[in-house]
């Protein structure tokens, strides 16, 4: 949940880049010169190894394994039942979770005992937990945002159900802890904070986010990243940028994170996101692709529950309904269910585990209706173990993910009425390792015939357009006398545009043709109402509309 806007000044001249690039520079000198002997004021990595902890700008284990997060946030303190959204990341990939939590400045206070539980529920499914406190999000800009100081406080009253649990749990201070007002007050009360968690004991990796809410674009936590670091007695701090549409370019994120690999200062990237806003749209491929190739981590924002829901993972936090976002940080290039290695502290996930499981067995496909069939395979073996399945639809000379399992069955929803699909699946070890494919089965879905005697029309505009891509809304419309429910939209675009982003429901696309299935505030469409589905897409020089659409197979109206 996004709680707070995204600036995006982005007006920074060459000129600009370069004197930023040179006071960081200088800086590190002026460091070397004066103080020495800063770096041997540090106690050596197995000294201080309690457990997660940094050494030569690299996260590690206790027992000296390097670890590379790749999870997602997710929004406990807004919504503290979904507690099976933590298993539900794991069965997708995820070796990391970073929990919303409130200090009680700005929200209801996260108690001791519910944190217990949360860093219980994160080893229970073997994820390594990032706590953050969220009261913090737009200091100095946002006037209801609290202070680093009184995270700090609330930190301290948990040290009792923090201490002991340095193998699984990261302390990120405050989330967010500036605005775009003054950001270079930013590094005094972060090093404040972070002496008063050590002068309280705390021996925890502890995570410190960036200002201008988060993304650093005027380069104070760039610039003052090892005076910050410096000020940790135990050496054991990561630092987190948060990338949004600031991050628009292959080369300003390359040469952000560069410039902390370069410094042997530690560094993820604690929350980002892919779809487009009203300030950008953010490189997520770059960010995920740099993120591998350097070893460093990253957190997607977020799972399920964003007053947006162009954010969500997951929708309504069914797991089974990955949003286009989703698909993305999961299955896609460099993404978590290709990249994610499980903490060795868990008893699994050995780095040295390069065998991959023996391929699934040939699906069979059951329960065909008109939009889903569920199908089931036997099981893969490993020297190991199987953690999951991935099941992915295959066409058009390529494959496209259509649903993950934990066991040796899985349903894939959202398809279109009478028409012929090809499913395969891969089985993933703990390591991180993937199968070879399955043998294929084809499938061909049911006639459909909707919601007898409904009729409907479909208006489609497009909302505004920029090189490459394009927002479009679509109003679907019950134009009969009996509500419509669980409904799938179908149509198709003529010139290879495609879907990356959608509200209101979850699009499936192989080639120009895509089926819609509703959100759950769509669902149903009442005799006479109407429902609106809006989603940016990638576009090439043409844009032309669909001209056809189906309800539940059935041809509707275009007006």
């Known amino acids: 949940m996004r709680t707070a806007p995204r600036p995006s000044p982005k007006s920074r001249s060459p000129l600009s880049r370069l004197l930023t690039a040179l006071a960081t520079l200088i800086g590190?000198?002026?460091?070397?010169?004066?103080?020495?002997?800063?770096?041997?004021?540090?106690?050596?990595?197995?000294?201080?190894?309690?457990?997660?902890?940094?050494?030569?700008?690299?996260?590690?284990?206790?027992?000296?394994?390097?670890?590379?997060?790749?999870?997602?946030?997710?929004?406990?303190?807004?919504?503290?039942?979904?507690?099976?959204?933590?298993?539900?990341?794991?069965?997708?990939?995820?070796?990391?979770?970073?929990?919303?939590?409130?200090?009680?400045?700005?929200?209801?206070?996260?108690?001791?005992?519910?944190?217990?539980?949360?860093?219980?529920?994160?080893?229970?499914?073997?994820?390594?937990?990032?706590?953050?406190?969220?009261?913090?999000?737009?200091?100095?800009?946002?006037?209801?945002?609290?202070?680093?100081?009184?995270?700090?406080?609330?930190?301290?009253?948990?040290?009792?159900?923090?201490?002991?649990?340095?193998d699984y749990v990261v302390v990120n201070i405050g989330n967010e802890p500036w605005g775009n007002t003054d950001p270079a007050g930013w590094t005094e009360p972060t090093i404040a904070a972070v002496e008063k968690l050590r002068a309280a004991g705390f021996q925890h990796t502890i995570m410190v986010d960036a200002p201008n809410w988060g993304q650093d674009w005027q380069g104070v936590m760039r610039a003052n990243a090892q005076s910050v670091y410096d000020a940790d007695p135990t050496g054991n701090l990561i630092f987190s940028i948060h990338m949004y549409s600031v991050f628009d370019t292959a080369q300003e994120i390359t040469d952000y994170l560069n410039a902390f690999v370069d410094a042997g200062l530690p560094l993820l990237i604690g929350e980002f996101g892919g779809p487009a806003?009203?300030?950008?749209?953010?490189?997520?491929?770059?960010?995920?692709?740099?993120?591998?190739?350097?070893?460093?981590?990253?957190?997607?924002?977020?799972?399920?529950?964003?007053?947006?829901?162009?954010?969500?993972?997951?929708?309504?936090?069914?797991?089974?309904?990955?949003?286009?976002?989703?698909?993305?940080?999961?299955?896609?290039?460099?993404?978590?269910?290709?990249?994610?290695?499980?903490?060795?502290?868990?008893?699994?996930?050995?780095?040295?585990?390069?065998?991959?499981?023996?391929?699934?067995?040939?699906?069979?496909?059951?329960?065909?209706t008109a939009t889903s069939v569920t199908l089931g395979w036997s099981a893969a073996t490993d020297d190991v173990g199987v953690v999951g399945y991935d099941v992915v639809r295959v066409g058009d000379g390529g494959e496209a993910a259509a649903a993950t399992s934990t066991t040796n069955t899985a349903t894939v929803t959202g398809l279109t009425a009478d028409t012929a699909y090809t499913f395969a699946v891969y089985a993933r070890d703990a390591a991180g390792n993937r199968s070879p494919r399955s043998a294929t089965v084809d499938v061909t879905t049911g006639a459909g015939g909707g919601t007898p005697g409904a009729t409907c029309s479909v208006g489609y505009r497009v909302v505004g357009e920029w090189p490459g891509g394009f927002q479009g809304e679509i109003t679907v419309r019950n134009t009969g006398t009996a509500p419509l429910s669980g409904w799938t939209l179908a149509f198709a675009?003529?010139?290879?545009?495609?879907?990356?982003?959608?509200?209101?429901?979850?699009?499936?696309?192989?080639?120009?043709?895509?089926?819609?299935?509703?959100?759950?505030?769509?669902?149903?469409?009442?005799?006479?109402?109407?429902?609106t589905l809006g989603f940016t897409a990638g576009r090439g020089t043409a844009n032309t509309a669909p001209t056809a659409f189906t309800l539940d197979g059935a041809a509707c109206a275009t007006p």
């Open 28 to 166: 590190l000198v002026v460091v070397g010169v004066l103080c020495p002997a800063a770096a041997l004021a540090q106690p050596s990595a197995a000294a201080r190894a309690t457990g997660l902890h940094i050494s030569d700008g690299r996260l590690l284990e206790g027992n000296g394994n390097d670890f590379v997060m790749r999870g997602v946030n997710h929004a406990h303190t807004w919504y503290p039942g979904e507690t099976q959204s933590l298993a539900d990341v794991k069965a997708l990939g995820a070796n990391t979770v970073r929990v919303v939590l409130s200090d009680g400045h700005r929200w209801s206070e996260n108690s001791p005992a519910d944190v217990a539980a949360v860093v219980g529920q994160c080893k229970a499914n073997r994820l390594i937990c990032v706590l953050e406190v969220h009261d913090t999000t737009g200091y100095g800009e946002d006037a209801a945002a609290g202070t680093l100081d009184h995270a700090a406080d609330y930190w301290i009253g948990l040290k009792d159900v923090l201490a002991g649990e340095e």
């Open 277 to 368: 806003d009203q300030w950008g749209d953010p490189d997520e491929d770059t960010m995920m692709a740099a993120a591998e190739q350097l070893g460093l981590g990253y957190l997607a924002w977020s799972w399920s529950g964003n007053t947006d829901p162009v954010l969500d993972l997951a929708l309504d936090f069914d797991p089974s309904r990955l949003s286009s976002w989703g698909e993305r940080v999961f299955h896609g290039a460099d993404g978590i269910a290709r990249t994610s290695k499980e903490a060795t502290v868990f008893g699994g996930g050995d780095p040295d585990d390069t065998r991959a499981p023996t391929a699934p067995g040939t699906p069979a496909a059951t329960a065909v």
């Open 493 to 531: 675009f003529a010139d290879g545009q495609r879907i990356t982003n959608m509200w209101g429901g979850t699009p499936v696309q192989s080639g120009g043709a895509v089926s819609v299935t509703p959100a759950s505030y769509t669902a149903t469409v009442p005799a006479g109402g109407t429902v």
